[in-house]
């Protein structure tokens, strides 16, 4: 376990898991990040996708020093599909929706890169929606950093 150069350096990995773990799936399921939605409308977005965003972090335990600390970091992993079938009830959506979930969760469940002292732990996360054909299920992802300043 290493001090992280990069405080978002788990992001471009956790980008690199989903893309080369769910690259078989039909249709192709698009890996993306927060900086390919800033200027996107729902409308023109690319589906079906997961979307990695950070969403914050937490100190949970710091030495009496302030020289080392342990960070929990929370990222979600947002599918977001889109099925005009049965738009009434948006059945159709939420079960693309479903099928692309359950991959990614056992993908990044117990995903362990060398920076992160634990591996990746599925923790409860934000309610999904649905809007006009589109569905968005968000999975939430807890990693532990130790950072030691030298």
Request: proline share 6%.
């Amino acid at each position: 376990m290493n001090n992280p150069d990069n405080f978002l350096a788990l992001e471009p990995l956790l980008v690199a898991r989903l893309a080369e773990q769910l690259a078989d799936m039909n249709p192709k399921v698009h890996v993306l990040t927060a900086v390919d939605l800033a200027a996107v409308t729902e409308a023109t977005q690319v589906t079906p996708a997961i979307h990695v965003i950070y969403n914050g972090h937490r100190v949970t335990e710091s030495d009496s020093t302030g020289r080392k600390v342990r960070v929990e970091q929370t990222w979600l992993a947002v599918v977001a599909t889109r099925n005009m079938r049965q738009l009434a009830n948006g059945e159709a959506a939420r079960g693309d929706a479903g099928r692309i979930a359950a991959r990614a969760c056992l993908e990044l469940m117990g995903f362990k890169p060398a920076m992160l002292s634990k591996p990746l732990r599925l923790v409860s996360g934000p309610n999904g929606g649905f809007s006009a054909g589109f569905q968005y299920l968000p999975l939430a992802f807890v990693a532990e950093l130790v950072l030691t300043k030298p």
